[in-house]
T-cell receptor
Framework: AQSVTQLDSHVSVSEGTPVLLRCNYS??????LFWYVQHPNKGLQLLLK??????LVKGINGFEAEFKKSETSFHLTKPSAHMSDAAEYFC????????????FGQGTTLQVKP | SAVISQKPSRDICQRGTSLTIQCQVD?????MFWYRQQPGQSLTLIAT?????????ESGFVIDKFPISRPNLTFSTLTVSNMSPEDSSIYLC??????????????FGSGTRLTVV
């Protein structure tokens, strides 16, 4: 069965410094992996997705993630944090193809300090 | 990209009553999904709704508590029945987008924030 673990429940960075949000997954199949962002009192927004194409995935707002099969990781990075990046981030794995079931990590709260 | 309209956006309900949440998509989609996000928690799938068949419920969720309708390829409802304060959560619908409908992946409605008093 698939599972996903976000290694940090809370990350705090200063504006302009790099962001690293860590995610490890467990899957018996070639997984589809996603990162979503949820701003306070807002809906979920898809940042990026990996579906067995390029291992380095570029998303919106300058975010990217690298799929590392040997490490079963899919960490989210951004070179320079902006105040507007403060939000909750979810790493998500899709269960076996065609079921549509998404399994969410517990989330990482990103705080950006001025 | 496909747009999901979900309503109501929020509601405060008395315990013992029921609330029906609507989800409308501007594209035809095969599967629609309903999730629950309890306060301070991540999202958990409640059920998958396919048009023309009964919804498939995840472990811990039952049809009597969360009946779902899926009358066509663009619309679904989730009812939270006989509510208790423990049902206070955000409920979200989701659809899978296909190439040509926007960013390929799963998109979510803005959610219904339910408070049961």
């Amino acid at each position: 069965a698939q599972s996903v673990t976000q290694l940090d429940s809370h990350v705090s960075v200063s504006e302009g410094t790099p962001v690293l949000l860590r995610c490890n997954y467990s899957s018996s199949y070639s997984p589809s992996l996603f990162w979503y962002v949820q701003h306070p009192n807002k809906g979920l927004q898809l940042l990026l997705k990996y579906t067995s194409a390029a291992t380095l995935v570029k998303g919106i707002n300058g975010f990217e993630a690298e799929f590392k099969k040997s490490e079963t990781s899919f960490h989210l990075t951004k070179p320079s944090a902006h105040m507007s990046d403060a939000a909750e981030y979810f790493c998500v794995v899709s269960e076996t193809s065609n079921t549509g079931k998404l399994i969410f990590g517990q989330g990482t709260t990103l705080q950006v300090k001025p | 990209s496909a747009v999901i309209s979900q309503k109501p956006s929020r509601d405060i309900c008395q315990r013992g009553t029921s609330l029906t949440i609507q989800c409308q998509v501007d594209s035809q989609v095969t599967m629609m999904f309903w999730y629950r996000q309890q306060p301070g928690q991540s999202l958990t799938l409640i059920a998958t709704a396919n048009q023309g068949s009964e919804a498939t419920y995840e472990s811990g969720f039952v049809i009597d508590k969360f009946p779902i309708s899926r009358p066509n390829l663009t619309f679904s409802t989730l009812t939270v029945s006989n509510m208790s304060p423990e049902d206070s959560s955000i409920y979200l619908c989701s659809v899978e987008l296909l190439p040509g409908q926007g960013i390929y992946g799963y998109t979510f409605g803005s959610g219904t924030r339910l408070t049961v008093v």
